[in-house]
């Protein structure tokens, strides 16, 4: 694939111009209908260009940039190999270069670098190299180790053509029932704030250029305190309440990550209740988007929406209304007007710019307000190089995501971040374990177990056992929302008394993916050791386990001891629930008897 070269027709393409001057140059070529597919940001997935997306209800991508003018897209799912992402980026590049301006697509993407595999908020990392999630790099807690995540993930982003990262997410993790909190850094404003700037240092480069992916820092000001835990992207969790008047505090991180120079901001769906803001959306807030974040924090980058504010959709068949929290009596294109007039510019996961061009030609928004956010978007698709060069070399991808070096990095950080927190007693500890020894496992694949141990078949036969555990989360009614574990932090009395009688047999180790702050007293009381992790493979489980690796992990939130304490906790208030079982910071990092200690990892 060549780089598009100027022509006399297209003088915004001559590089040597000031962005600012091309941007102009572009603007003024513009139809008010091209101009209008700018400020959309829809879903897309890999495959046949000319067909729609039947799981998420979106028109083929071919439509949306021929017939409706738009050139941002948000990738969902992934593919087996990075040639085959690349190969289809490039598909989509050429449909944008054959429009009548010839305007670059610009694709983002989710996190996908771990181990979460819901398409509402992340994938799975397939062909990408594989990393603890944020709140895995929280419980390091090195900043250098998070930007050289970034670093790595930029490349391999760039190499199939992904140049917006829908992330970081610096949300303060304070109400533990909350679904959305394994992708933060965890309950500290200051550890969010400092691992965050390093993570947009990492993406977007020394500089934001060409070899750079625009950070969308999310989801401001701030999700965390939601009443009863509960997530606004469904109706029933749409109200952020703070009895502990913690609002400005959720504003820090995000602070911060301006400060670090984030290119992009995605406002949250939950409505603020009984403060000094307009209880609407934070999407639809002109107090908070102009107010707060434009007039305050002087963000003058673009402002995305999150996910479907103005549209009722169905998602995996089931239907789901509007996020249109608080304005839920307006029309989609009243619900258009006030967010555009709260100083949002893009709105994301929709797809009817015909609305935009209806206001701005009945006179209901003016079209300098229209290019005001298209000047927003237009510098970043010009400071991206995606005019010179749209295309990726497809060739190149495999050997660039995933390869042994990043990778390598990678799992190293996987098995820092487990975070061990008993370890029998000082007189008798039960890490590390030895490596002959007979192992029954539960929720690891035997074929992992080679080099570590003799599998046995039985719990009576077992010098040691090993569980894999889920921290609990409640069924939900439609599949969508069941992937966002929500509700009680308890284990069954089944999950219980199972491991009860495995720890008759044998002294039991259990490990929790501690996607929310499970309630494990009642497994700490039975279990001769308990580590957490958020996102590690068998193996890294298994090198801290024997010793091979020291853990270096430390928890990044509170660990609430009851049910009870977590539904008396102010949902806006960091370590607020009463007398937690262990506390943010806690990690045992030597293993064995007093004065063993085991070698420091290194992770870069």
């Given at each position: 694939?060549?780089?598009?070269?100027?022509?006399?027709?297209?003088?915004?393409?001559?590089?040597d111009?000031?962005?600012?001057?091309?941007?102009?140059?572009?603007?003024?070529?513009?139809?008010?209908?091209?101009?209008?597919?700018?400020?959309?940001?829809?879903?897309?997935?890999?495959?046949?260009?000319?067909?729609?997306?039947?799981?998420?209800?979106?028109?083929?991508?071919?439509?949306?940039?021929?017939?409706?003018?738009?050139?941002?897209?948000?990738?969902?799912?992934?593919a087996a190999?990075?040639?085959?992402?690349?190969e289809?980026?490039?598909?989509?590049?050429?449909?944008?270069?054959?429009?009548?301006?010839?305007?670059?697509?610009?694709?983002?993407?989710?996190?996908?670098?771990?181990?979460?595999?819901?398409?509402?908020?992340?994938?799975?990392?397939?062909?990408?190299?594989?990393?603890?999630?944020?709140?895995?790099?929280?419980?390091?807690?090195?900043?250098?180790l998070?930007?050289?995540?970034?670093?790595?993930?930029?490349q391999?982003?760039?190499?199939?053509?992904?140049?917006?990262?829908?992330?970081?997410?610096?949300?303060?993790?304070?109400?533990?029932?909350?679904?959305?909190?394994?992708?933060?850094?965890?309950?500290?404003?200051?550890?969010?704030?400092?691992?965050?700037?390093?993570?947009?240092?990492?993406?977007?480069?020394?500089?934001?250029?060409?070899?750079?992916?625009?950070?969308?820092?999310?989801?401001?000001?701030?999700?965390?305190?939601?009443?009863?835990?509960?997530?606004?992207?469904?109706?029933?969790?749409?109200?952020?309440?703070?009895?502990?008047?913690?609002?400005?505090?959720?504003?820090?991180?995000?602070?911060?990550?301006?400060?670090?120079?984030?290119?992009?901001?995605?406002?949250?769906?939950?409505?603020?209740?009984?403060?000094?803001?307009?209880?609407?959306?934070?999407?639809?807030?002109?107090?908070?988007?102009?107010?707060?974040?434009?007039?305050?924090?002087?963000?003058?980058?673009?402002?995305?929406?999150d996910?479907?504010?103005?549209?009722?959709?169905?998602?995996?068949?089931?239907?789901?209304?509007?996020?249109?929290?608080?304005?839920?009596?307006?029309?989609p294109?009243?619900?258009?007007?006030?967010?555009?007039?709260?100083?949002?510019?893009?709105?994301?996961?929709?797809?009817?710019?015909?609305?935009?061009?209806?206001?701005?030609?009945?006179?209901?928004?003016?079209?300098?307000?229209?290019?005001?956010?298209?000047?927003?978007?237009?510098?970043?698709?010009?400071?991206?190089?995606?005019?010179?060069?749209?295309?990726?070399?497809?060739?190149?991808?495999?050997g660039?995501?995933?390869?042994?070096?990043?990778?390598?990095?990678?799992?190293?950080?996987?098995?820092?971040?487990?975070?061990?927190?008993?370890?029998?007693?000082?007189?008798?500890?039960?890490?590390?374990?030895a490596?002959?020894?007979?192992?029954?496992?539960?929720?690891?694949?035997?074929?992992?177990?080679?080099?570590?141990?003799?599998?046995?078949?039985?719990?009576?036969?077992?010098?040691?056992?090993?569980?894999?555990?889920?921290?609990?989360?409640?069924?939900?009614p439609?599949?969508?929302?069941?992937?966002?574990?929500?509700?009680?932090?308890?284990?069954?009395?089944?999950?219980?008394?199972?491991?009860?009688?495995?720890?008759?047999?044998?002294?039991?180790?259990?490990?929790?993916?501690?996607?929310?702050?499970?309630?494990?007293?009642?497994?700490?009381?039975?279990?001769?050791?308990?580590?957490?992790?958020?996102?590690?493979?068998?193996?890294?489980?298994?090198?801290?386990?024997?010793?091979?690796?020291?853990?270096?992990?430390?928890?990044?939130?509170?660990?609430?001891?009851?049910?009870?304490?977590?539904?008396?906790?102010?949902?806006?208030?960091?370590?607020?629930?009463?007398?937690?079982?262990?506390?943010?910071?806690?990690?045992?990092?030597?293993?064995?008897?007093?004065?063993?200690?085991?070698?420091p990892?290194?992770?870069?």
């Amino acid at each position: 694939m060549t780089s598009t070269e100027p022509t006399g027709d297209r003088p915004w393409l001559n590089s040597d111009l000031p962005t600012s001057e091309r941007i102009d140059l572009l603007l003024n070529a513009m139809t008010i209908e091209e101009k209008a597919g700018l400020c959309f940001h829809s879903m897309i997935g890999i495959g046949d260009l000319t067909e729609a997306n039947p799981v998420f209800g979106t028109l083929a991508p071919v439509d949306l940039v021929e017939r409706r003018h738009m050139s941002h897209f948000n990738l969902v799912g992934g593919a087996a190999t990075a040639r085959e992402i690349a190969e289809w980026h490039n598909a989509l590049q050429e449909v944008a270069a054959s429009t009548r301006l010839g305007i670059p697509a610009t694709v983002s993407s989710d996190p996908r670098h771990s181990f979460t595999d819901n398409p509402g908020t992340a994938m799975m990392a397939g062909p990408f190299s594989e990393w603890p999630e944020p709140l895995g790099l929280a419980a390091i807690g090195d900043e250098e180790l998070v930007e050289r995540f970034g670093d790595i993930a930029r490349q391999e982003y760039v190499a199939v053509g992904l140049r917006v990262a829908l992330h970081p997410q610096v949300d303060l993790a304070t109400e533990p029932r909350w679904s959305r909190q394994v992708a933060t850094f965890g309950e500290d404003a200051e550890l969010a704030g400092r691992l965050g700037s390093a993570y947009v240092r990492g993406f977007q480069g020394a500089s934001f250029g060409p070899g750079s992916v625009s950070t969308m820092t999310k989801h401001f000001p701030g999700g965390g305190p939601q009443k009863d835990g509960e997530d606004p992207h469904f109706a029933h969790g749409r109200e952020q309440v703070y009895p502990g008047g913690a609002f400005e505090l959720h504003l820090k991180p995000f602070e911060d990550l301006i400060a670090a120079g984030t290119r992009q901001m995605m406002p949250y769906y939950g409505m603020p209740v009984g403060t000094e803001y307009e209880e609407v959306g934070f999407g639809f807030n002109r107090s908070v988007i102009t107010g707060l974040l434009r007039d305050r924090f002087g963000f003058d980058g673009l402002v995305c929406t999150d996910w479907g504010l103005l549209s009722d959709h169905e998602i995996f068949g089931d239907p789901f209304p509007a996020r249109a929290w608080g304005v839920e009596h307006l029309s989609p294109r009243e619900r258009m007007k006030k967010v555009i007039d709260a100083g949002a510019d893009q709105f994301g996961g929709e797809a009817c710019p015909e609305l935009l061009v209806d206001l701005v030609v009945s006179g209901s928004v003016s079209e300098s307000r229209l290019d005001e956010s298209a000047r927003r978007i237009l510098r970043e698709k010009f400071e991206l190089g995606l005019f010179e060069q749209p295309y990726v070399d497809a060739a190149a991808a495999d050997g660039i995501v995933g390869n042994p070096e990043f990778r390598a990095v990678g799992e190293r950080a996987q098995r820092a971040s487990i975070t061990v927190l008993t370890n029998g007693s000082v007189d008798a500890p039960t890490l590390p374990l030895a490596v002959a020894s007979r192992l029954y496992v539960e929720g690891i694949d035997p074929d992992r177990l080679a080099g570590y141990g003799e599998l046995v078949a039985t719990p009576e036969e077992a010098d040691a056992i090993i569980v894999r555990l889920q921290a609990p989360f409640e069924q939900r009614p439609t599949t969508f929302e069941s992937m966002f574990h929500s509700g009680s932090l308890e284990f069954s009395d089944e999950v219980i008394d199972h491991v009860r009688d495995l720890a008759k047999h044998a002294p039991t180790i259990v490990d929790v993916y501690a996607d929310r702050p499970a309630i494990l007293e009642p497994i700490v009381e039975v279990a001769a050791a308990v580590t957490v992790n958020w996102g590690a493979s068998a193996e890294a489980l298994l090198d801290v386990l024997t010793g091979r690796f020291a853990p270096q992990g430390r928890l990044p939130f509170d660990l609430p001891r009851s049910m009870a304490a977590v539904e008396a906790a102010r949902p806006d208030v960091p370590f607020d629930t009463a007398d937690p079982l262990f506390r943010f910071g806690h990690g045992i990092t030597e293993l064995g008897a007093p004065g063993r200690r085991l070698p420091p990892p290194r992770l870069t």
